[in-house]
């Protein structure tokens, strides 16, 4: 590549040079240049420069909002520089010291990705020596030195600097650099060919910069002996706009400290967080903007003056009104509409009574706390818990915001970042609060029993704050590092499972249960609710398309096994669609939709309906189970063949589960003879007992009652009732002992059409809990002791079967 070499001191480098534009600034020969380099094609360029010579090209840009200058965006002269040292941050900038060697101009442009490049002409300097080369350097040395007195921000050791340099382009340069010229009058200066003319646009310049210094100090010495610390601030912004005038330079509106500090009179904050947000705009205003620190404050500031600190939404104090909201939304939930009434109740009398005006010694002065509520909504999917979430913000004319927590990590996610990381954020508690726009909303947790934990922390824990009515009135974030008042939020939390949920949060939070619903209330909440919302949704009219009871009924039986109404919506949804394929089309103008049309529609049935079936061989029971779908039946299958009394459990069945099993072999073993059956049977039988869908896995303690019966129905040879569910966990004593989720497995054994329900009896008062219909069609049996419950599940008489073992029945 032909090299170029001009003068006697002249540097060598190459015809060919890549090209790196400056924003902002402009470099010059035979000075060291800090440069902060982050655009990717840039750091690419200073990469390849770092594996070869370490020669670039350095060209100033008139425009610098142009964020990829191409070319003729930049200026045709620059300065051939030699990258001496490379540092990369953490956020992937790098740090480039460079040393300015030579003056070039473009001769023309060659290529501009990855990084423009172009074929360049040296452009030496011209140094006249002469008597008035020696007067203008004179000249501009004294000056500068005149300026840098005058100057309260330049050390008086620059003009010992200066009384060293002897060089006239040395101080040519280092006068321009640290001049603080315009972009346009650098670049003047880099292209005046001689020292002469260089020297001449620099002492014109800095003679105004003496000018614009005497006239403040002028201003300095009238003002000063009357200005107070109140007056100092405006006497200082006065300073800079007379000095600003004086230069014909007036900008048109205030700067971006000025802008900031508007805004944060204008957000009536908190004194806590005022102090903080001055202090923070006091440390950005004494910074440059090009300082990573800059940015890393402004963003700070603007999360500080958009977080709703004292912005309420007004909740509506009509109870009746609120109550009709809830009932337009969702069907039965009586607990939880009352709940909400009670909450509105009470917010009345409070404001009525003026009580949370007069504070206590308890709270030290705060006035009162626990304005808002914490509730967790329980039960399986689709039963409502997350909508019923927004009726309840429509109902208090509050706004609404969600946040999931499922598969969530990480504690920052709740509590934010502390700003000295890149990229930090608030937690997302603030980041929802400021999307709502007020510092009361409701707030949704979704999925708060799937939160895990690893080694960046563990969110439930960070939660028991925002959870917390004693604490949340001063939830800190580690990004804001001031307090944000949750106390009015009004929290509801979701989960499938409250097993899942670590018990110090469970504990700060009132648990209310959704169960599924029954077959009738699915038919009510579907005419009422699901098919005029998939009506609307699918734009259909309501004298376009009628659903009979029966045809919701059969969608219910038999395309759908779920407590909640999901499915079923989407099931209507489904047949919704296709009728309005054929009304679009014009073949049809109403459409009935009644059993048989149904399965046209839907094909074939998904499910066989749930239901029980008669048990004509012993070793077959009934259980009750409950799946995080909501209540299920399960059939409990023993089966017995000669060997020498092995238990063999199969079905993917957990250690408290399997432990049952054993229990109930030691019961039945232990009542032999009260079942008619030779204890030597035992010795010479093998059991297999078996829980039918083996893929998915069960536990739990409940199916101990069942597991008996099924063993004493084999080995006594009397087959269990088929119209009989059970559930309780046993002892060796006999003992049946209370289990939960009553509500969920009764509602399970009226799906599959059990006549009778066998439970422990301390589980009779959950009873109350079910639907009038439910307790009307199923007689429940509560026993203390497994014999109760031998008696009136197994069969009068033994029936013999060919598939039985001999051994395993007696007589």
């Not at 087959?719 to 006999?734: A, K, S």
């Not at 399970?748 to 069609?777: Q, S, Y």
Request: proline residues 5%; charged residues 30%; glycine residues 8%.
């Amino acid at each position: 590549m032909e090299e170029q070499r001009h003068g006697k001191n002249a540097v060598e480098f190459p015809r060919e040079l890549p090209i790196l534009p400056l924003r902002n600034m402009v470099a010059y020969p035979l000075s060291v240049v800090p440069l902060l380099v982050g655009i990717p094609r840039s750091v690419k360029l200073i990469e390849d420069a770092l594996s070869g010579d370490k020669l670039i090209g350095l060209v100033g840009m008139p425009d610098s909002s142009v964020e990829k200058p191409q070319p003729g965006q930049t200026y045709e002269v620059g300065t051939v520089a030699r990258v001496d040292r490379v540092v990369k941050s953490s956020d992937n900038t790098l740090q480039v010291m460079v040393h300015g060697l030579e003056r070039f101009k473009i001769d023309h442009w060659l290529e501009a990705d990855p990084y423009l490049r172009a074929e360049v002409e040296a452009l030496p300097d011209q140094v006249d020596e002469g008597v008035e080369l020696d007067a203008l350097q004179r000249s501009l040395s004294e000056l500068s030195k005149e300026v840098v007195k005058l100057s309260p921000s330049l050390p008086d050791e620059i003009t010992a600097f200066l009384d060293r340099i002897t060089d006239p382009l040395n101080l040519v340069y280092v006068v321009a650099g640290n001049a603080g010229l315009e972009v346009k009058d650098a670049q003047e200066v880099l292209e005046a060919h001689s020292a002469t003319d260089k020297m001449r646009i620099l002492i014109q310049h800095l003679t105004r910069e003496k000018e614009v210094l005497n006239l403040g100090r002028k201003i300095e010495s009238e003002t000063k002996q009357t200005m107070d610390k109140a007056q100092k601030e405006f006497y200082l912004r006065q300073q800079l706009k007379t000095i600003q005038k004086e230069l014909g330079e007036e900008e048109a509106g205030s700067s971006e400290a000025d802008e900031y500090r508007q805004k944060l009179e204008d957000a009536d904050l908190p004194e806590e967080v005022q102090k903080e947000a001055e202090r923070e705009l006091k440390r950005m205003s004494s910074m440059s903007p090009q300082s990573p620190e800059y940015s890393v404050i402004r963003t700070y500031l603007d999360w500080i003056v958009e977080l709703p600190w004292r912005v309420s939404s007004e909740d509506r104090m009509d109870m009746e009104d609120a109550r009709k909201v809830l009932d337009e939304d969702h069907y039965d939930l009586e607990d939880v509409k009352d709940r909400i009434i009670e909450y509105l109740a009470v917010r009345k009398l409070v404001r009525e009574r003026e009580i949370d005006r007069e504070p206590s010694v308890e709270n030290d002065g705060r006035g009162s706390e626990g304005k808002g509520a914490i509730l967790c909504f329980v039960g399986p999917p689709g039963v409502g818990k997350t909508s019923l979430g927004q009726s309840i913000a429509r109902a208090l004319g509050r706004k609404f915001t969600r946040m999931s927590l499922g598969g969530m990590r990480d504690e920052a996610e709740i509590r934010g970042h502390r700003r000295t990381y890149v990229g930090a954020m608030p937690g997302r508690i603030i980041q929802a609060l400021k999307r709502a726009g007020t510092r009361n909303p409701v707030f949704m947790l979704d999925e708060v029993d799937k939160v895990g934990a690893d080694w960046r922390g563990d969110p439930s824990s960070a939660l028991l704050e925002v959870l917390d009515p004693a604490q949340n009135h001063a939830f800190r974030d580690h990004y804001l590092d001031v307090d944000f008042d949750l106390s009015d939020v009004i929290f509801i939390t979701t989960a499938n499972q409250l097993e899942t949920i670590p018990a110090p949060l469970r504990d700060r939070m009132e648990t209310l249960h959704l169960e599924g619903y029954t077959e009738l209330e699915k038919l009510h909440i579907a005419r009422k609710y699901l098919v005029p919302r998939q009506l609307r949704a699918n734009g259909l009219l309501e004298d376009e398309l009628t659903f009979t009871d029966e045809a919701l009924l059969k969608i219910i039986g038999d395309y759908t096994r779920e407590a909640g109404v999901r499915n079923l919506e989407r099931q209507i949804g489904s047949v919704c669609r296709k009728c309005a394929v054929k009304i679009a089309g014009r073949s049809l103008n109403h459409d009935t939709v009644t059993p048989e049309l149904v399965r046209v529609y839907l094909k074939k049935e998904r499910f066989e309906s749930e239901s029980s079936e008669e048990i004509e061989i012993p070793g077959i029971a009934t259980g009750l189970a409950v799946t995080a779908v909501g209540g299920d039946i399960l059939f409990i299958e023993a089966t017995g063949m000669k060997g020498k009394c092995r238990l063999t459990l199969t079905g993917q069945l957990g250690d408290v589960m399997r432990e049952s099993a054993q229990i109930a072999q030691s019961y039945v073993r232990s009542k032999a003879s009260r079942l008619g059956v030779d204890p030597e049977a035992f010795e010479q039988t093998d059991v297999h007992v078996h829980v039918p869908a083996g893929a998915i896995p069960k536990d739990g303690p409940s199916a101990g009652l069942p597991l008996v019966l099924a063993m004493a129905s084999l080995f006594s040879g009397r087959p269990v009732r088929g119209d009989v569910g059970m559930t309780g966990e046993v002892t060796l004593r006999g003992r049946v002992l209370p289990v939960g989720g009553i509500k969920m497995k009764v509602l399970a054994a009226h799906r599959a059409g059990l006549k009778t329900v066998i439970l422990p009896r301390r589980n009779e008062r959950d009873l109350d809990e079910l639907p009038e219909e439910v307790r009307r069609d199923i007689r429940f049996i509560p026993v203390d002791l497994i014999d109760e419950a031998l008696n009136e599940a197994l069969e009068p008489e033994a029936r013999r079967q060919t598939d039985t073992p001999p051994a395993a029945v007696n007589g």
